[in-house]
Every structure is written in structure tokens, then in C-alpha cells.
């Protein structure tokens, strides 16, 4: 509990027993003491328990906000001591005091799952100097220095591990707690704990630019992002406080001349009405239901960029993913060569080795490794190397193309009706214009996909698509293998916003209200992640393009959280939608009921802070 919300319990406990003693005085004593005396002794506790809500009323008129809940109580309980109703008046403070203590709590709770995050942020490095270490700002931290991560440290700033051996727990990132290991060579990544080996780390990113600033600042910046429910909920009690007031106003001076009667009974009827009117329980319930359902998601390594991404979520009727890297692992292997009439398995690989030693493609990395050596690149001139279909190449002065079917047949290859013996992506050689054969390069599907697929489908998601550069046969296997619904393949980078366009053309008609999402790996398919009603980024520590990208990042490479995520946004808004049909119930009813005289200030209050506080109790759900 924070300093304010202390002081706010200690005024509240006193008013508290203030209130008792002198509603207990007003009862048990025989002499019924002057009006003014009673007012100056209510007025005590009124005064302890409301002069923070009196300075805001009055600080907002200053600044033009006049129709807020501070003003509501403020007249409320003015006309109510008016009146003489100076019990009343005291109580409303009280319990409009006890239910603001409340929502502080709820929302602190709410902020504390998202404000974990900023624990990973780590407030020094450690160079190592003259065989000491030396502990410094990570901003002052150099790209290409050395830092030093002690056994139980947080890891200051992205990089490589130079030297040692250890275990690193990601779950700050991840949300999950199962150590990774980690030794030389291997990139690691600023906010996970570093476990019993200490580390020698290369840096690679600046402070600004590595993980854990990336992260924080979608983190902060989640809040501005408001849901189209949020939105609503502020235009409404923009407009409808100052329509409630009026709506008092007229209650007060109007009814005593339509109607007849007593005009201070009139009064306390609009002074009850304005209570009830307070629009506490939707402008405080629906943002903290969404503030909940962020930062539960946050615990389980799912980073939201905002409130408007959980409607969006819960509204998915359509997954569409790419594969290599999201369905499968992209470790490409070779799984067989097959030489045409005239060459040997050695010499077809050896001439895809050659002509693949400067492509970065994993296909290409697949045929290097193969081939178990570094090949001669000096025996290679004249590369030319087309995007999604393949490589021209001079080796030892003959012309060598390596590629696909596609490819072949716009160089003028004949393939003669060849097929793969087996399913997989297929790389054609052909050496001065004969086919020389073809090696099969399989991917695998990643663990768990399928029941991953499986259990989106179980949170509702009506149809699931596949977007692959692969050939139509590996594609089609693969999704058999993990239940997706459609394959659209050997698409080339460029195609797949045009393919994914005419997804959501075709999921618009079957479903004008559902929102199409794209899952892929964050850097290849950027366009597309950015097309996408919703874009998650998969597997994505590291990787800034994913987290500029994507609307949600899942930390790790578990394509189930998705369906968790899915099922998390839609409990978020059933929440959300309960607090808004109960308060404007509740409240409708007793507004009524205040008008027509027959609901009380108690009421009134029950109506106010009652359904706020059960409003708020009903939001903190979202965060388990």
C-alpha cells in the first residue's frame, strides 16, 4: 500500500469513528440539539474525509472540467447539508471515499503485473579493467565491448557469449521458467538472469536499441492505445454528466411546480439523483478490465501494445500463418540427392555447394552443411541471385542454375515431367542448360504445433491458413500434418500481402465483424504483420522488426499462447461488457426509483460505490 492510499485509510477509519460517535449521540441523547450545532459537528468528519474531492471539483472548474464525479459529489452533498441531511452527507463522502481507496488498490494490483516488466531493466554492467571489474551505466556501454555477467545478474544488453557456459532464465521474457542453456557462440539477450556460470558477452546493441528498451517502451506506451470500449465509455460520461446534472437541476425546480410538494423534498430527490448519477463504476471498471487482461498476459511472456489489441483478439475468426520458422523449426535438411543419367551424387552436390556459397537462405545453408566443407568460392563469378526462385551462377566456366521448378523453366531448363521421389522443397541443378538433378530439403514441424492448431481452433477460430514460398507438395504435407485448413504456396515474398489480401476479402463475407490475424516470425513478414487486423510475432527476443511490427509479441516460440491469448482477450471483454450492462442497469433502475422518491440517499450510495466497487471486484478478475 502506497503513502497516499495510507493516508486515505487513516481518514477514512477516522470519519469513520467520528460518524458513529455522533450518529450515536443524535440517537441516544434525549435533548435534540439546535440545527447549527449539529451541522458544525458533522461538518468535522465532512471535512476530514472530503476536502481532497472539495480541491479537485474546485482545481477542475478552474480548468474547465466542470462535469466530473468530483463535482457531482461536491453539489450532492452540499444540497444534502442544505437540506439537513447531514448524516447523509457525511455517509456519501465516506463511501464514495472507501470505494476510491478500493479502485487505488485494484488498479495498483493491475499495474503491479505489468510493472514486474520494468524489474528486468538492469541499473548496471561490468567491464572488466585491468583485471577488475568495474560496474557502469548500460547506456555508457559501447557496441563491441566486453561485459562481464556474474552467476544470479540480470543480462544488462543484447549480445554474443565470448566465453564461459551457463543456464539463463528467461521467464522475465518468456513467462516461461525452464533455464535455457547457453555457451559460446550463442546470442543472448538483455533481461534474462544469468544462472551459475559467469559469462564474457560481445555486446551488439546499444542500451536504446536492445531488448529489454524495446520492451519497456511498448510497455509504457500500452496504455494509450484505447480500446473502441474504452472510447466509448469517455464520450459517453463526457456527455452524460453534465446531462444528469441538468437533469437534477430541473428535478429540483420543476417538480415542486408540476407536481406539487415540498420543494426540499424535491431537492433531496435531485441531490440523490445526482449521487446515483456518478459515473464511477464504467470510467474506472472498464479501463482497469482491460489494464487486468494486459498485464495478465504479461506474466505469461505475451507483451499487448494496448487495450484496443485485446478487442481485437477476442474478435479472431481466421489464424493465418506463415510456416518456416512459425509452424516449423526452418532447420532445413538434405534428405536426398538425386543426379541425373551422366553425374554422381558427389559432383551434383558439390555444384549446389558452389553455386549457394554466397546466399544467406537457410536452403542454401541446408546444401553447405551437406556438403560438409567450405567450398572453393574462388571456382564461382558472375552470381545473380532472384528472390524466391534461385541462383545463376558461373563454376569453373559453365553456366550452373539452382532453383526451383519455376526457375528452370524461365532459364529454359527442361525438366522433362521430373518429380520429387519424396515430399519436401526441392532445389533443381542444371549445369550449361542439361538438368543435372535435384536435391530434397525437408523442414520439420515444431513441436507441439499441432495440438497448438488444435487448441486455436478449440478457442474459436474458425479457419486456419497457411502462407509458404514452398512447393504445393511439402506445404499441403506439412499442413495435413498439423491441421490447417487452407495452403496457399510457392508464394514469393511479395505475393503474400497480395494472397493475404484476398483472405480478408473472403473472410469479410463469410464474417464482416471477424478480425483476420497473421503469426509469423516478425522480420520477413513485417509487411504482412502490419496488413493484419492482429499481428503476433512468434519467438521474437531480439528481434526489432517483430516488436515494431506486430500488435502482440509472444516472447517465445510457443504457438499455444496464442490460443491462451485468444481465450484471455475474449474473458477480458466478457468482463468488461458485464460492468457496463450492470452499472447502467443498476443505475437506470435507481435513477428511476430517485426520481419517482422512492429510493433514498442510502440508495444512492449503494448505487454509486456499491456497483463501483462490485464493478471493480468483477475487473480484477482479468488478472488471473
Known sequence: MTQKQKTVRTRIIITGVLFAGLLALEHSIGVTLPGYVMLLLYLLPYGIVSYDVLGRALRNIKNGQVFDENFLMTIATFGALAIGEYAEAVAV???????????????????????????????????????????????????????????????????????????????????????????????????????????????????????????????????????????FITGFAKYYTPVVTVGALILALAGPLLFGGNFMAWLHRACVFLVISCPCALVISVPLGFFGGIGSASRMGVLVKGSNYIEAVAGITALVCDKTGTLTKGE????????????????LLETAALAEGYSGHPIASSIREAYGSQPDLGRVEDVQETAGKGIKARIDGSIVYAGNAVWMKEMGIPLNGVEASQAGTVVFIAKDGILAGWIVIADEAKEGTASAIAAI???????????????????????????????????????KVAEFEKILAACAKEDARGKVAFVGDGINDAPVLGRADIGFAMGSMGSDAAIEAADVVIMDDDLGKIARSIRLARKTMAIVRENIVFALAVKALILILGALGLAGMWGAVFADVGVSVIAILNSMRALH
Open 457 to 495: 481452433k478449440a478457442a474459436g477460430v474458425k479457419k486456419t491458413v497457411m502462407l509458404t514460398g514452398d512447393a504445393q507438395k511439402p506445404a499441403m504435407q506439412i499442413a495435413s500434418e498439423l491441421g490447417i485448413d487452407e495452403v496457399h504456396a510457392e508464394l514469393l515474398p511479395g505475393d
Open 93 to 231: 463522502m465516506l463511501f464514495y471515499q472507501i470505494g476510491e481507496l478500493f479502485q487505488s488498490y485494484a488498479v495498483g494490483k493491475s499495474r503491479e503485473s505489468i510493472a514486474a516488466m520494468m524489474e528486468i531493466v538492469p541499473e548496471e554492467a561490468f567491464l572488466e579493467e585491468d583485471g577488475k571489474l568495474v560496474a557502469v551505466d548500460p547506456d555508457d556501454v559501447e557496441i563491441g565491448q566486453i561485459i562481464v555477467v556474474k552467476p544470479g545478474d540480470r543480462i544488462p544488453l543484447d549480445g554474443v557469449v565470448e566465453e564461459g557456459e551457463s543456464f539463463l532464465d528467461t521467464s522475465a521474457l518468456t513467462g516461461e521458467s525452464v533455464p535455457r542453456r547457453t555457451s559460446e557462440g550463442d546470442e543472448v539477450y538483455s533481461g534474462c538472469v544469468n544462472g551459475s556460470g559467469t559469462l564474457r558477452i560481445r555486446v551488439t546493441k546499444e542500451f536504446d536499441d536492445c531488448t529489454v528498451s524495446k520492451i519497456l517502451e511498448m510497455v509504457e506506451n500500452a496504455t494509450e492505445r484505447k480500446a473502441k470500449t474504452e472510447n
Open 332 to 347: 532445413f535438411r538434405v534428405r536426398s540427392i538425386v543426379p541425373s543419367e551422366g553425374f554422381t551424387e558427389e559432383e
